[in-house]
């Protein structure tokens, strides 16, 4: 059974730091590019990073980069998502998602994604 389940959320004050953590069950994650995305209350689900299976190349939104970095142990069937310098702007839930590879390289857009997690909620408040 093909299964994702990420972890690490929690509420943590502005400036903190939380490392999110996707672990992959029935299919080998090295094969496959790595996305990480977000949903905020009241608005629509947006990416925030990828992660490409061939070279390990890492991709970010504006918003987060510098602050968020994504990596993945293939050995551990596990990719992670270290978010440092939190804003209130970051609240969400985030979600881990994984696309077969039909390109060189990961992409940004959701419907290239075949398996999806249930997510986890990360809170920035005082």
């Not at 050995?75 to 839930?93: F, G, H, I, R, S």
């Not at 997510?119 to 408040?125: A, K, P, R």
């Amino acid at each position: 059974q093909v299964q994702l389940v990420e972890s690490g959320g929690g509420l943590v004050q502005p400036g903190g730091s939380l490392r999110l953590s996707c672990a992959a069950s029935g299919f080998i994650l090295g094969d496959y590019h790595i996305g990480w995305f977000r949903q905020a209350p009241g608005k629509e689900r947006e990416v925030v990073s990828c992660i490409s299976a061939s070279d390990a190349g890492t991709y970010y939104v504006e918003p987060v980069k510098g602050r968020f970095t994504i990596s993945r142990d293939n050995a551990k069937n596990m990719v992670y998502l270290q978010l440092n310098a939190l804003k209130p702007e970051d609240t969400a839930v985030y979600y881990c998602a994984a696309d077969r590879p039909r390109h060189q390289i990961c992409r940004f857009a959701e419907y290239e994604y075949d398996y999806w997690g249930q997510g986890t909620q990360v809170t920035v408040s005082s």
